[in-house]
């Protein structure tokens, strides 16, 4: 089987492609987390506001 390295004299390099999908779903886990904790953070202040008032 004929190898086109040997042909053209020129060896191939393997091009390495980063992904954008890791950083895209990092930012979104972060979002997803800080969204999360503002709003247990407005229930827990409306629960106590609540309570306070009762």
Known sequence: MARPDLETGKKQIPIQRKTETDTSLKGTLLSVFG?????VISWLSV????????
Request: overall charge positive.
């Open 35 to 39: 969204l999360g904790l503002f709003i």
């Open 47 to 54: 629960f106590a506001l609540y309570l306070s008032r009762s």
